[in-house]
């Protein structure tokens, strides 16, 4: 028999052997992200140009289209998918005019449709070279952009989403979005995901699930957990980036000038 002062350590020592070594923890990006009836689940993280001060995100007809911001450094790209093979150089990116600053974007119609920050200025390009076909104007802040098919969907920091004509972008409604009997401002980034309005909040990390007609929140999703993945102490370098793809039910979502595009597969709970 051992002495009493080593029973321990052999023990310890036995239950070390016996037990199966305790896998290693997953990548907090790997967290699951739950609304009330909203689930992504972690699929990839890829990386991504950390210069592109990310403003609107697209998935069409397997590309991923991409505004930038920023006056004298604002581009339009696109990328081949699928993302788990991304490399700059497949991109293709179209530069602004220094005076122009990018913001959001939308695909309808094979043409690529972007806004400006303060310049007023709608650009309409061919989706297959990003050539600029067109530009309307309009009066205001351009934020946000996505479609209903019936309706370009339009944010301009504010807590109001304005309706606006598929051909000639003349106002034709809003709606002030609400959550928990509250305006939620600073509504940027918008995503139009099956039958709702998917939309980032400056400076947050929350994304709203929005009713469109009456604009009540449904949900609030809190990507908080990507933050550690950045290491990042820019303060604009902000969560601002939904791009869906109908076709496979996934997400993508990034930020301004993050390093990674992270992929979701989206899963939602039947009303009870």
């Given at each position: 028999?051992?002495?009493?002062?080593?029973?321990?350590?052999?023990?310890?020592?036995?239950?070390?052997?016996?037990?199966?070594?305790?896998?290693?923890?997953?990548?907090?990006?790997?967290?699951?992200?739950?609304?009330?009836?909203?689930?992504?689940?972690?699929?990839?993280?890829v990386?991504?140009?950390?210069?592109?001060?990310?403003?609107?995100?697209?998935?069409?007809?397997?590309?991923?289209?991409?505004?930038?911001?920023?006056?004298?450094?604002?581009?339009?790209?696109?990328?081949?998918?699928?993302?788990?093979?991304?490399?700059?150089?497949q991109?293709?990116?179209?530069n602004?005019?220094?005076?122009?600053?990018?913001?959001?974007?939308?695909?309808?119609?094979?043409h690529?449709?972007?806004l400006?920050?303060?310049?007023?200025?709608?650009?309409?390009?061919?989706?297959?070279?990003?050539?600029?076909?067109k530009?309307?104007p309009?009066?205001?802040?351009?934020?946000?952009?996505?479609?209903?098919?019936?309706?370009?969907?339009?944010?301009?920091?504010?807590?109001?989403?304005?309706?606006?004509?598929?051909?000639s972008?003349?106002?034709?409604?809003?709606?002030d979005?609400?959550?928990?009997?509250?305006?939620?401002?600073?509504?940027?980034?918008?995503?139009?995901?099956?039958?709702?309005?998917?939309?980032?909040?400056w400076?947050?990390?929350?994304?709203?699930?929005?009713?469109?007609?009456?604009?009540?929140?449904?949900?609030?999703?809190?990507?908080?957990?990507?933050?550690?993945?950045?290491?990042?102490?820019?303060?604009?370098?902000?969560?601002?980036?939904?791009?869906?793809?109908?076709?496979?039910?996934?997400?993508?979502?990034?930020?301004?000038?993050?390093?990674?595009?992270?992929?979701?597969?989206?899963?939602?709970?039947?009303?009870?």
């Amino acid at each position: 028999m051992p002495p009493p002062h080593t029973i321990k350590p052999l023990l310890l020592l036995m239950l070390t052997t016996l037990l199966p070594a305790r896998a290693g923890a997953a990548p907090e990006w790997q967290q699951t992200v739950s609304g009330e009836k909203t689930t992504l689940t972690a699929l990839a993280r890829v990386n991504k140009d950390p210069k592109l001060f990310t403003q609107g995100l697209v998935i069409d007809s397997g590309w991923l289209y991409e505004s930038s911001g920023g006056y004298g450094r604002s581009k339009v790209c696109k990328t081949p998918l699928p993302l788990a093979s991304l490399d700059k150089r497949q991109s293709y990116c179209q530069n602004l005019n220094a005076s122009l600053f990018a913001e959001g974007i939308t695909l309808y119609r094979q043409h690529l449709f972007r806004l400006s920050w303060r310049s007023g200025e709608l650009a309409v390009y061919n989706s297959r070279n990003l050539s600029i076909i067109k530009t309307i104007p309009y009066r205001g802040q351009g934020w946000g952009l996505t479609h209903n098919n019936q309706h370009f969907i339009m944010s301009d920091g504010s807590y109001r989403l304005y309706f606006r004509n598929l051909d000639s972008f003349a106002l034709e409604g809003h709606v002030d979005v609400t959550w928990q009997g509250r305006k939620i401002k600073n509504l940027n980034e918008l995503q139009w995901i099956e039958g709702q309005i998917w939309a980032n909040q400056w400076h947050s990390n929350l994304i709203y699930i929005i009713e469109p007609k009456s604009g009540v929140v449904l949900e609030t999703l809190d990507f908080s957990h990507l933050a550690p993945q950045l290491q990042h102490r820019d303060p604009d370098a902000v969560l601002n980036g939904i791009a869906y793809d109908n076709a496979s039910r996934q997400l993508v979502i990034t930020g301004k000038r993050w390093p990674y595009y992270f992929r979701f597969q989206l899963n939602r709970r039947a009303s009870q």
